[in-house]
């Protein structure tokens, strides 16, 4: 469904992104991990066309995307969510959330029982009528995800959505990313919270100064020396193998 | 085409009254670049100073050029005080938020003067005033010359105190890295204050130097606003040089514009520059970024 | 629902009455707020809706006006054949102004002062060139006769503010209940999140300052047949700018009655200094106090109360 090959990306001189490749196939989750200031967030930018790549392929749906504008771009299905949440303060989260409902649904009426339906299914039902500026850490999260989710994508890029949240919210959203994943739509998600990252995802690639150091499953992962020494520093696989 | 010597006499007056400009932006920079305010008042608060500068010949007699230090004085604690009740207090939120702060301030100062002054228009008479002076083809007025000079001279006093007053030096600190000025333990506040209030003391210098060969009224601000909002978006928010630079390179096309394109017309070449330069260089020409 | 129903039936029906039963100079205050009230929903699209802080929005004003003016006086256009010609022009310059200054990426304040550029721009071409008269102004034959929208009774020209700020009030409502109205305010409160969301936003600044352009100049044009003069001052002036500015901010940026409020407020306070200077003596020249309050009251609603006086309402507002 999505693929990229060899995506780099400079700012003034550093490479956040230094020759980057992963594919998400349909119907899968898969977890982008590696530690603060890997590149994560870059890569996702880059992918939702919040800026250009220096140089690579991303190929969406069998369709090159580079260079089109974030809102072609989600429209083509592809959405991603802010790691800093950015509500629309001054109206309410019904509101919020139609905003993304109305990409593919003309009608008002239809708008509001997509964005209604939409936040029951991320259990924020209750809160449809608090204003964007007045939800917490976990309310705010929650509405990236359903603005996201209302404009009907076949592709999710969640920006973790779960740093900052306490254990039991942090079971209820996996939860609700699982039945996300089960009404057809495929998951790319960058995430710290390594419990919820297991339970998830069926496979994980890890980013570290830029460039991708492991693939595979969450198993394979766990026993590969270079994470275990981009997350706890130089010598440390070794440390921990003996 | 013009004769080169009106052209000449043209390029001169036009730099002589960009002498002026050059005071007005530097303080309109200035708060721009310590405070990251778009002062919209500025225009408006020259009125006043120049209303002050009218008020006290026509009182008390002194000479617009006397008044210099009492009018800087004056208008620098009015900036300071203004910045404290009003305009620090009030500003927050998105930048077309203090924008709108200080159009506020603008619209108050304005009436305010209507009000109280009314709406004659006002000048000033002195000895010197149609005295000229002979260069080459062009004969310029003494007032315009001694303006000149005297803006150009209160830049250079103003850029020594930036540069070497520990006041100075703060100022410069806060402007390039408030955080960081902060933690050094400058009182980030009172330089916000002060530098507002220098802002607005460079219009009181301008004042003086303007009343002798320029009227006011209460709507004289809307004049000002854009002409020093070009100087200082051609030069660079925030740039000093710019500021200079700005102020008489928007002196001579002032200038040259009513030359070529008669009185009415030429006024246009302002806004012209204003726009082209917002939408092809907004970073101006001696500004790193917006 | 059925309160704020009730609230605007007994609006309407006082509004409907108020000619028949009250005195002449009544009547054009009444005109006068509703005129007013109708140029703010201009402001308040693209300024309170949208999000884009205008100081010039007198180029659509004037641009109405005058090219309204030019065809009837130069041409001879019928007055209103001329009026969807001075929309349509205002809506051009206002699409003008903004696809140059987005694409330019300009914003909040630079984008505030570039309008106000374009307006003095407008003002000094209008100011010396031939075809608008330069500084004389243009005078339109008076020739009262509805067929050339000139009335002989001003309670037409109530009845036909009264219509016009009716017609931008549904313009509002219709914005708060359908997609455009919900993307430009997606715009407003965060541009990149619009975006990710699939909001073209270039696109949507386009349409809202175009929208706002022709609903200013039809006040434009509305204004010149009331007045049957115009002059560059009066149509591209800062002093127009502001007003808009004023009564939307004032009255509530980005709601439905925000610009009514505001109208409503600006035009009492008016006529109580104007009162107040004609019958004490020593109140004489109080008429500029009116803009001394509308002044502070814009510091205190930006830097307190940005909702405006409309967040008084808000509860009537938001369920409509």
Redesign the interface.
């Known amino acids: 469904m999505l693929e990229v090959s060899g995506i780099s990306k400079s700012f003034g001189g550093l490479k956040a992104v230094d020759g980057v490749s992963l594919d998400v196939q349909a119907g899968e989750i898969v977890a982008l991990i590696g530690p603060n200031g890997a590149g994560k967030t870059t890569l996702f930018a880059a992918l939702a066309g919040f800026h250009r790549p220096d140089a690579g392929r991303i190929v969406f749906d069998g369709r090159d995307i580079i260079g089109l504008p974030p809102h072609r771009i989600c429209a083509a299905g592809m959405v991603r969510t802010f790691q800093i949440t950015q509500p629309f303060a001054k109206i309410t989260v019904r509101e919020n959330i139609m905003v993304g409902a109305y990409l593919r649904i003309d009608d008002r009426s239809k708008a509001r029982d997509r964005a209604e339906a939409v936040a029951a299914q991320v259990g924020m039902a209750a809160q449809l009528d608090r204003f964007g500026a007045d939800l917490t850490v976990a309310g705010r999260k929650r509405l990236e995800l359903a603005r996201a989710l209302a404009t009907g994508p076949r592709l999710l890029l969640l920006d973790e959505v779960m740093a900052g949240l306490n254990p039991t919210e942090i079971t209820e959203i996996v939860e609700v990313i699982r039945a996300i994943r089960a009404s057809g739509v495929t998951i790319l998600l960058i995430e710290h919270v390594m419990q919820a990252v297991t339970s998830l995802a069926d496979r994980a690639y890890v980013l570290n100064q830029g460039r991708m150091i492991a693939e595979g499953t969450l198993a394979e992962i766990a026993g590969n020396p270079a994470v275990v020494e981009a997350y706890l520093g130089h010598g440390a696989a070794e440390v921990l193998r003996a | 085409m013009l004769d080169p010597g009106i052209l000449f006499a043209g390029v001169l007056n036009g730099l002589l009254a960009g002498g002026v400009y050059v005071l007005v932006a530097v303080g309109l920079t200035l708060i721009y670049g310590v405070l990251h305010i778009?002062n919209f008042a500025h225009g408006s608060l020259l009125m006043l100073a120049m209303y002050a500068v009218f008020f006290l010949w026509r009182l008390t007699g002194v000479d617009p050029y006397a008044a210099l230090p009492i009018v800087i004085g004056g208008a620098f604690v009015f900036g300071y005080i203004l910045y404290r009740l009003?305009i620090g207090?009030?500003?927050?939120?998105?930048?077309?938020?203090?924008?709108?702060?200080t159009?506020?301030?603008?619209?108050?100062i304005?009436?305010?003067a209507?009000?109280i002054f009314?709406g004659d228009t006002q000048t000033i008479e002195t000895p010197y005033a149609s005295s000229f002076v002979e260069l080459g083809a062009a004969l310029l007025p003494l007032p315009k010359i001694i303006s000149f000079v005297a803006s150009l001279l209160l830049c250079i006093v103003l850029g020594l105190f930036l540069a070497r007053s520990d006041t100075g030096k703060a100022i410069r600190a806060v402007a390039r890295e408030r955080q960081g000025a902060r933690l050094v333990g400058i009182d980030v506040d009172n330089i916000f204050a002060l530098s507002y209030g220098i802002g607005i003391a460079c219009l009181g210098a301008a004042a003086c130097l303007l009343m002798p060969t320029y009227y006011v009224t209460p709507s004289s601000g809307?004049a000002f606003v854009?002409v020093a909002?070009?100087i200082v978006?051609l030069g660079g928010m925030g740039s000093f040089a710019g500021a200079a630079v700005g102020g008489l390179v928007i002196g001579v096309i002032e200038s040259l514009g009513g030359l070529l394109?008669?009185e009415?017309?030429g006024?246009?070449g302002i806004?012209?520059v204003?726009?082209l330069i917002?939408?092809?260089k907004?970073s101006g020409l001696f500004g790193a970024r917006? | 629902m059925t309160r704020l129903a009730f609230l605007l039936a007994l609006a309407f029906a006082a509004a409907i009455t108020l000619p028949l039963v009250a005195p002449g100079y009544l009547v054009d205050v009444g005109m006068l707020v509703f005129f007013l009230a109708f140029i703010g929903q201009s402001w308040n699209i693209s300024g309170g809706f949208a999000g884009q802080t205008s100081f010039g929005h007198a180029v659509f004003f004037g641009t109405g006006a005058y090219t309204s003016t030019i065809l009837q006086i130069t041409f001879g256009w019928n007055a209103w054949l001329a009026w969807p010609a001075a929309m349509l022009a205002g809506a051009i310059v206002g699409w003008i102004i903004a696809v140059l200054s987005f694409r330019a990426g300009l914003r909040g304040s630079y984008f505030a002062l570039i309008t106000l550029a374009f307006a003095e721009a407008f003002r000094i071409l209008a100011n010396s060139l031939s075809f608008t008269h330069a500084g004389l102004g243009m005078l339109i034959k008076a020739d009262p006769r509805p067929a050339n929208f000139q009335f002989k009774d001003p309670i037409w020209f109530y009845y036909l503010a009264l219509a016009l700020c009716i017609v931008s009030l549904l313009i509002a409502w219709q914005l708060t209940r359908g997609r455009l109205g919900s993307r430009l305010v997606a715009v407003r409160e965060n541009e990149d999140a619009a975006r990710a969301l699939g909001i073209d936003v270039f696109a949507e600044k386009v349409k809202a300052l175009s929208l706002a352009g022709a609903i200013a100049a039809a006040g434009g044009t509305f204004y010149a047949q009331k007045y049957l003069y115009i002059d560059p001052n009066i149509a591209f002036g800062v002093d127009k700018s502001i007003e808009m500015l004023l009564v939307t901010m004032v009255g509530g940026a980005g709601t439905i009655f925000g610009p009514l409020l505001g109208a409503l407020a600006l035009t009492g306070i008016n006529e109580v200094t104007r009162t107040l200077a004609s019958v004490v003596p020593a109140f004489k020249n109080v008429q500029p106090l009116s803009l001394i309050v509308y002044g502070v009251m814009l510091m205190l609603i930006v830097g307190r109360l940005p909702d405006g006086l409309a967040r008084l309402f808000r509860r009537v507002d938001r369920h409509a």
Do not use: A, K
């Open positions: 778009i009003v207090r009030l500003s927050h939120g998105r930048d077309e938020n203090i924008l709108l702060i159009l506020g301030v603008s619209i108050v304005d009436n305010v209507l009000l009314g809307h854009l909002f070009t978006v394109l008669g009415q017309l006024q246009i806004s012209v204003f726009i917002l939408l092809l907004p917006q």
